[in-house]
């Protein structure tokens, strides 16, 4: 018991990290004190890790450097007060709707509990929607399991949910022609971990299947279960599939604190009122370790790690078939450095990169970022240049210092989930974390009540019509029925008035610029709603009775515009004339 | 499924499309115009402000009224006007372009035409595209959404606002917002001179005294909801940020005037060359493009400062275009035009020499030069020559050359601007 | 006394120097005559073209471009922008019609610049009051 904390202090003495001190909590490692530094306290989270404590906890302080700020909606009031749920999700990224999709499958109340003012506002809208092949997780990790079952789950999920998925496959080229002797290695490693195909392309089979690839590479793997999907439209898909089936998702709600008895969360205070729960899933992402201290289980820590994406034009989405990537071996990140891949909706992106952050919830991006990007990315494709770039944004990464999931029923509070540290590759997983964690739950629940199957679960979600997929003559027929699509207001991606009434309209409504954007692109394209804006902005005005100068980019406060310009003295008065 | 055929179709209803479609049908073809929005006239409609049509009228009108002229003429003239009817498909079939339409009433429909006119404006340049960072708070517009915000829709998007680049839209809109009860608080200018016309930084910036900063750019937005604030930071001769210069400049909103870029994507798949200098198609002096029965004209061919050249460049396109339509265009001989000295880009950047007349040749300078002149030579033999007290990149140039002047034989053509 | 102005009738953008010494006004560096009276006018009373908008009753043209016929002193420019932002037209105009015949006592009127008839008959059920 003694020698592992001896090792940690050890550990901390070398990195000179003398004002850290560790102590054991239940079966974790917890670190105290004081450090100079950002990189400091990561160093120190990392010394503590892989010790065979259960978690890390890191609470050393870092002088000068402020508490990561976290959002809360500024909202109050009762709107949620005293209404009971068997399962309450917390979190609305792709593992809390998809849990909560999962949830819908039997008969059991589910709300779905989100403080952002949409479903897949942060870290799960803020990544390259890749579907890892799962030949970078480490064997013996829950990441590893969960990564090579999700990503075979896609297929059907995409099918049900209504979703894109391309399996594009991926190209990880080599840097250097030596490399290609450990290439039979990683076959045998492949085929140990389940990674689903792998095949040995040399330099010349390479540029076949991608002919417009770097010039500087000397071979490489095709991974062909790789594939892409659009991030955003992943989750929307989940959270609508659980509207349908009954679920409730709450915007705007954020989880302030549990009421416990005995060792039970009985109710989940909010900003909008106390809500009594039979089971609770934290799926809350960045925050996940302060909603596990909640419930006095807060038995790891989550440190942000953020990653820059850039988006390419459209136009040259067609000069790439799949993923590519080309490691750079003696760099040392965290992932494998990020690459440069189709999104799934016709452009291509790249990144994103690795970078340890302090704050949790800020997505600024900065020149350093995109210049390291460019340098590193732009070239894996020749056709590419930096005028190309449409756009950039940054997500921030839900690590914990073990560097593996967190999926399992807390140890100490019998009726809460842990679905935490949920970061790359939990895009790949999650449709299969969502599948043991509904179990879970239901486990759980099933200690205190019988728990059926809900009869009315239809796991195909109703699709609105999406004009970009229909024949001409398919797209003319529903024109016809609803002339609103025959309208078109975002030119650069063709969205129609239909498409975005329906968006705002849909089982989880779509509310403010961003939210239309995420459903179905509008804005999205190379002129970035400097057209369709005002448009869409009256569109929403109208759709859902608010004056123009209520509707917002995203959260509250986010209002698009100041006021009107015109202010005549009511009709029939005044100065008019005739 | 070819449907209605026409010999002429303009793409885009915007001053160059309008006049396009109007001297088709005084060329005697059958001219259709399509338009994605509501109403003709293009950009013209929010563009309220006055200045417009000194060349084409000897007046100042505002946009509208200057759209309006031609709208009339295509009433008049009973020319075929689709409104809001978005080009879903085009194709280049092998006597006729192949459109495909769509709109609310007709749903998805076809129609054919011989020539093509492109007339399909521009767009503007994004924050992301100069590279501003930060988070993604509402706030940031670019100047023409912010025209056509308080123009159109009579919304005011921000109180108070800090304008990026000394473009005439921004400068416009510098005069605009403060009349309409906003507080500019400042334009900034990445480049040592202003982008805009000099009478744009008399009666938009001085008379209501908005500061101008000059060599000064905006390089980060603050705030995560509504914009906060912007850093503002000083530039070296090579435009990159002066260390230390930063300041911080609180403001609701940063409208942007930083360029635009012509729209020609539902060409790119028919494969006609693009200048990558203009952004525009490459062209002769009758406007044709690489691809046979394709012209392009106005903001698509390149950026024009004045509406009096948009209109010209449509005027040239749509009735070349329904010459050829009509069979009475001659076969094509082309040479190029090459720009030497301090020229930026020239259009034409190729001449038919069979067409004869006259050719209009733009160009613009790649940086200000005083007691300029340019000369138009062929064979080492100067034609032309033009004398500028200065030329300034933002100001575009405009030559007509007689082609009758050609020596016999001539290969290239070049065009040479030195200071 | 000499002042420097830009003259602001045309793109061209004329550098102009003003000589002035009491009634005596002096203008060089302009290309035509118009820049002459320009830089007189603008030492006694700079005068401009007011652009803006007026709110009207239909719901399928919610503001007409409007400007003024001739110029009005710059320093009557906010007034003027006060009493159009509390107009209200309830009449379809075309370009060139009378919105006000004299706008903020300057005796100039302020007109129509666009055409609300067009595109009138595809909107259903919009009233046409006035």
Not at chain 2, 167 to 186: C, H, N, P, S
Not at chain 2, 391 to 418: C, F, H, Q, W, Y
Request: hydrophobic share 40%.
């Amino acid at each position: 018991m003694a020698k592992r904390l001896k090792l940690v202090a050890e550990e901390l003495a070398r990195l000179g990290l003398t004002a850290v001190y560790p102590r054991e909590w239940r079966r974790s490692i917890v670190l105290e004190g004081e450090a100079d530094s950002w990189q400091q306290y990561i160093d120190a989270g990392y010394a503590a890790a892989g010790k065979g404590y259960k978690g890390v906890v890191n609470d050393v302080r870092v002088r000068g450097l402020e508490a990561p700020r976290e959002y809360l909606p500024p909202v109050q009031g009762g709107a949620l007060e005293g209404i009971s749920y068997d399962a309450v999700i917390i979190g609305g990224g792709v593992i809390g709707c998809a849990v909560a999709r999962e949830l819908s499958r039997w008969d059991l109340r589910v709300a779905l509990l989100e403080k952002e003012d949409d479903v897949a506002k942060q870290t799960s809208s803020r990544n390259n929607g890749m579907i890892h092949p799962g030949l970078a997780a480490p064997t013996g990790s829950k990441k590893l399991i969960y990564n090579i079952r999700g990503n075979r789950m896609y297929t059907q999920a995409a099918a049900e949910l209504g979703f894109d998925f391309d399996r594009c496959g991926s190209v990880v080229m080599l840097e250097k022609s030596l490399y290609q002797l450990a290439l039979p290695i990683v076959r045998v490693k492949a085929l140990q971990k389940g990674v689903d195909g792998l095949d040995i392309l040399s330099r010349r089979q390479v540029a076949q299947r991608e002919p417009n690839a770097t010039s500087l590479q000397h071979g490489g793997i095709s991974l062909p279960s790789t594939g892409v999907v659009a991030p955003y439209k992943v989750v929307v898909a989940y959270a609508e599939n659980a509207v349908e089936n009954g679920a409730a998702v709450h915007l705007n709600t954020a989880v302030l604190g549990f009421e416990m008895e005995q060792g039970r969360i009985v109710g989940v205070r909010t900003n909008q009122g106390l809500i009594h729960a039979g089971a609770v899933i934290n799926a809350a992402g960045v925050w996940a370790d302060k909603i596990a201290g909640y419930a006095d289980d807060r038995f790891f820590t989550i440190h942000g790690r953020k990653g820059t994406i850039a988006i390419i034009d459209k136009a040259l989405g067609p000069t790439q078939k799949g993923v590519l990537a080309l490691p750079r071996l003696g760099v040392k990140t965290h992932t494998k450095g990020g690459g440069l891949n189709p999104t799934g909706e016709g452009n291509l992106l790249m990144g994103p990169t690795a970078i340890e952050v302090p704050q949790r919830e800020d997505w600024s991006t900065t020149a350093e970022e995109l210049e390291f990007i460019i340098s590193r990315h732009l070239g894996l494709n020749r056709q590419l240049r930096p005028r190309d770039i449409i756009t950039y944004f940054a997500g921030v990464r839900a690590c914990t210092f073990d560097e593996d999931f967190i999926i399992e029923p807390s140890e100490h509070v019998p009726n809460l989930v842990h679905a935490a540290g949920i970061q790359s590759p939990g895009l790949a997983s999650a449709p299969a974390i969502a599948q043991d964690v509904a179990a879970m739950a239901v486990e759980i629940l099933k200690t205190t009540r019988e728990v059926k199957p809900n009869p009315a679960f239809n796991p195909k979600r109703r699709l609105a019509p999406e004009l970009a997929k229909l024949s001409l003559e398919e797209r003319g027929e529903a024109i016809k029925k609803n002339p609103a699509y025959g309208q078109i207001v975002c030119r650069c991606e063709t969205i129609s008035a239909g498409e975005i009434i329906d968006a705002i309209h849909s089982p989880v409504p779509a509310a403010s610029l961003d939210a239309v954007k995420r459903r179905v692109r509008a804005g999205m394209g190379r002129c970035q709603g400097g057209f369709c804006t005002p448009a869409l902005l009256e569109i929403l005005a109208r759709e859902t009775g608010k004056a123009p100068s209520e509707i917002t980019k995203g959260r509250p406060g986010s209002q698009l515009l100041v006021g009107e310009t015109k202010t005549p003295q009511g009709e029939g008065s005044g100065h008019e004339r005739s | 499924m070819s449907g209605a055929k026409w010999d002429v179709a303009v793409i885009g209803a915007g001053p160059a499309g309008l006049a396009a479609a109007i001297a088709a049908d005084k060329a005697g073809a059958r001219v259709c115009l399509v338009e994605r929005e509501s109403r003709p006239g293009g950009i013209l409609k929010q563009c309220i402000h006055d200045g417009f049509g000194l060349v084409r009228y000897s007046q100042k009108l505002s946009g509208p009224e200057y759209a309006w002229r031609d709208i009339q003429q295509i009433k008049e003239r009973g020319i075929k006007l689709f409104t809001d009817t978005f080009l879903l498909g085009l194709e280049r079939g092998k006597e006729r372009f192949a459109l495909t339409l769509q709109n609310s009433k007709q749903a998805v429909f076809p129609i054919a035409a011989k020539a093509l006119v492109a007339a399909t404006g521009c767009r503007e340049r994004t924050a992301r595209q100069v590279f501003i960072h930060g988070q993604r708070p509402a706030g940031v517009y670019t100047a023409g959404t912010v025209q056509r915000l308080i123009n159109i829709g009579g919304h005011l998007p921000g109180k108070n606002c800090v304008i990026l680049g000394s473009g005439d839209i921004g400068l416009i809109m510098a005069r605009r917002l403060t009349l309409e009860g906003a507080k500019v608080l400042g334009v900034y200018e990445i480049k040592p001179e202003p982008s805009g016309l000099t009478r744009n930084i008399v009666q938009c910036l001085e008379d209501y005294n908005i500061p101008l900063h000059l060599s000064t750019t905006v390089s980060k937005v603050h705030g995560s909801e509504r914009t906060e604030g912007v850093s503002i930071c000083r530039v070296d001769e090579k435009l990159r940020p002066l260390p230390g210069s930063e300041e911080y400049v609180p403001c609701d909103t940063l409208v942007l005037s930083v360029g635009l870029i012509p729209e020609n994507d539902m060409l790119l798949p028919l494969g006609t060359e693009i200048d990558p200098r203009t952004g525009g198609p490459v062209v002769d002096q009758l406007l044709a493009t690489t691809l046979a029965g394709l012209y392009s004209c106005g903001n698509a061919l390149h950026v024009n400062d004045l509406v009096d050249y948009v209109s010209e460049s449509g005027e040239i396109a749509g009735s070349a275009a329904a010459r050829s339509a009509l069979g009475k265009q001659n076969c094509p001989r082309h040479v190029p035009v090459i720009p030497r000295g301090d020229i930026h880009y020239v259009v034409p950047q190729k001449l038919d020499i069979a067409a004869g007349g006259q050719g209009i040749i733009y160009f613009r300078a790649a940086r200000t030069l005083a007691d300029a002149s340019v000369e138009i030579s062929a064979g080492g033999q100067a034609l032309q020559q033009k004398k500028y007290p200065a030329v300034r990149p933002p100001e575009m140039e405009r030559i007509v050359l007689d082609l009758a002047l050609l020596p016999p034989g001539t290969k290239e053509l070049s065009l040479n601007l030195r200071g | 006394m000499e002042k420097m102005l830009v003259c602001i009738q045309c793109p061209q953008g004329c550098k102009l120097v003003v000589s002035y010494s009491g009634e005596q006004v002096t203008v060089t560096g302009n290309k035509c005559p118009r820049g002459a009276g320009y830089a007189k006018q603008e030492l006694i009373n700079p005068c401009r073209t007011l652009t803006t908008t007026v709110k009207t009753a239909f719901v399928d043209f919610p503001l007409l471009p409007v400007r003024t016929l001739g110029e009005i002193p710059l320093k009557k420019v906010f007034g003027a922008m006060g009493e159009i932002s509390r107009l209200l037209v309830k009449k379809r105009l075309r370009p060139g019609d009378l919105v006000l015949e004299n706008l903020s006592g300057t005796h100039v009127p302020l007109i129509a610049t666009d055409d609300m008839t067009m595109g009138e008959q595809n909107v259903k059920g919009s009233e046409i009051c006035g």
